[in-house]
């Protein structure tokens, strides 16, 4: 069954900036001018006022782990499992699944453990992940 | 006409393979002629139709429902296209028999000749650019609920296994199950089954195979005409959270994703939980079904393992529930599955279940999607009076 990728793709220009800023490693994430509010993913108009007049601007790239999970079965090739996933909360109040990577003794970190951005790469493109900081306060 | 006077009145369900040589239009196709036989009607009975459409051959624009009017050569005065089919489709189909648009309805679909070995399935593979890339598969969105869950009710992992165990051994012991005869199983077998994705290992997660499935609705009326004891639609209820499987389902918001859409259903049929006699619930995975035990209100927050140990899911149980194996040991169809849930309910309700009959069933939930999908949908079935 065919998919109509001017469905189901993003619309034109909308992620575009997200991506370029992750081939520099620098994370970002769409704010509303209007009411604020950090949202992910991108969206043609802020989901929490509707106002289309947001733009990209750079995370600290610091947060929480919200859930973490191991990876045994690879999802397709290209995939060398185990790997870790999850979702992270950031500061910013924003939120994205990524892959978590490094860390103490390469543990799947905690709910609620601190983690910062990192990047990885698969097929040529830059891609955000999240190690734990390895530094208890 | 009231809701309890939309009836199903034909179920059929084709052979339930891991692999089938023919493709998804060919086994809708073969589902829907023996849903039309079952119910003792021919095609040209039908003047509505729930089917999507599985293709090939559809329409160059918008390939839906529509085609199956060449196909079957007949005119529709209804279509419907809802995503996925089970409950959502038998609503419709229920809405355009009320509001007249249609007095017979055939739903039907599934899925063939798409599986390939070795990796998880296609559709399981959401294709959006933040999801992608990470690997998350739709079991991985479902494992970060279930991550966030055990770390606050350890204890539940052992009843899941035990869960699993339970509906994977009665699907054993279905002959027309994709894992006939492969049981019994333990809880300790589950666990010690290979990871895929924590906390689940294979024996909790359900199966990827296919086959077709439809059921035909009509009205109480017309049903009192035809074959089989008609079974009558009690109440239904749907929710929707958000887009599934592209920004991560939260825990604190999808766990009790179908709460709403039960009390509806409950409502609506003027009866609670223990007025039901079977569940088939939808068994992505183990948890889901302790999930949608509290969701529902069998039991409290974070029972929903114990409720299951202490009630029996099983068939000597007090709540037999994935009667033929369920999406575990049955089969899973895809978007056709949520219908594998409607006809198993109908053929309880009727008592042809055989060995697997629960014995006077007279209520029976039939459920679509869970908590990693962020959205979910039930119905209440019951026998005509």
């Known amino acids: 069954m065919g998919v109509d990728a001017a469905l189901t793709g993003p619309a034109a220009g909308l992620t575009d900036a997200f991506w370029a800023a992750a081939g520099r490693r620098e994370l970002v994430r769409p704010v509303c001018r209007d009411c604020g509010r950090s949202f992910f993913t991108p969206q043609i108009a802020c989901p929490g006022c509707l106002s289309e007049n947001w733009a990209y601007e750079p995370s600290t ?54 983690v910062r951005v990192t990047w990885t790469e698969r097929d040529g493109r830059v891609l955000p992940a999240f190690t734990e900081d390895g530094v208890t306060s | 006409m009231r809701l309890d006077e939309i009836a199903i009145v034909g179920v059929g369900v084709t052979p339930q393979l891991k692999r089938s040589d023919r493709n998804s239009l060919q086994v809708a196709l073969d589902a829907a002629k023996l849903a039309l036989a079952d119910a003792g009607l021919a095609h040209t009975d039908v003047d509505g139709i729930a089917a999507r459409w599985p293709g090939p051959g559809g329409t160059v624009l918008a390939p839906g429902s529509a085609d ?21 489709a038998l609503v419709d189909a229920a809405g355009a028999i009320l509001t007249g648009q249609a007095t017979t309805v055939l739903i039907t679909g599934g899925q063939a000749g798409v599986l390939g070995g070795g990796r998880v399935a296609a559709y399981t593979q959401p294709g959006n650019e933040f999801v992608e890339p990470f690997g998350a598969f739709t079991a991985a969105h479902f494992a970060l609920v279930a ?101 991560p389902a939260r825990y604190e918001q999808v766990w009790d994703i179908g709460a709403v859409a039960a009390r509806k259903a409950f409502a609506q049929a003027g009866i609670g939980p223990s007025d039901v006699d079977t569940a088939q619930l939808y068994d992505v995975n183990s948890l889901e079904v302790a999930r949608q035990f509290e969701a529902l209100g069998f039991c409290g927050p974070g029972e929903g393992t114990d409720f299951a140990l202490a009630t029996g899911i099983g068939l000597d149980g007090k709540l037999p529930t994935c009667t033929d194996g369920g999406l575990l040991a049955f089969s899973h169809i895809g978007w056709g599955a949520p219908t594998l849930k409607l006809a198993e309910a109908v053929r309880q309700l009727r008592g042809q279940c055989g060995d697997r009959q629960v014995a006077g069933a007279e209520v029976a939930i039939a459920a679509g999607a869970g908590s990693g999908a962020q959205y979910y949908n039930l119905a209440l079935l019951g026998r005509a009076r």
């Not at chain 1, 859930?67 to 999802?75: G, N, W, Y």
């Not at chain 2, 079957?72 to 959502?88: E, T, V």
């Not at chain 2, 009665?170 to 589950?190: F, H, I, K, L, W």
């Open chain 1, 61 to 114: 790239g610091r947060g929480r782990v919200y859930s973490a999970t191991v990876v045994h079965k690879p999802p397709s090739p290209g995939f060398v499992v185990p790997f870790r996933l999850g979702i992270v909360d950031l500061d910013e109040g924003w939120s994205m699944l990524a892959e978590l990577v490094g860390g103490p003794d390469g543990r799947l970190p905690a709910i609620d453990a601190p």
């Open chain 2, 147 to 247: 991550q966030r869950h055990l770390a606050r009710y350890p204890h539940a992992r052992q009843g899941m296994a035990e869960i699993a165990a339970t509906i994977r051994t009665v699907g054993s012991a279905n002959p027309d199950a994709v894992m006939a005869g492969r049981g019994p199983y333990t809880a300790q077998d589950v666990l010690d089954a290979p990871p895929v994705v924590d906390p689940f290992t294979l024996l909790d997660l359900c199966l990827a195979s296919e086959g077709g499935a439809a059921v035909v609705v009509t009205t109480l009326e017309r049903a009192r005409d035809l074959p089989h004891p008609p079974v009558v639609l009690l109440g239904a209820g749907m929710e929707w959270m958000r887009q599934q499987y592209v920004d």
């Open chain 2, 68 to 88: 199956w009017s060449t196909l079957l050569g007949i005119p529709l005065g209804w279509i419907g296209d809802s995503y996925p089919q089970g409950i959502p």
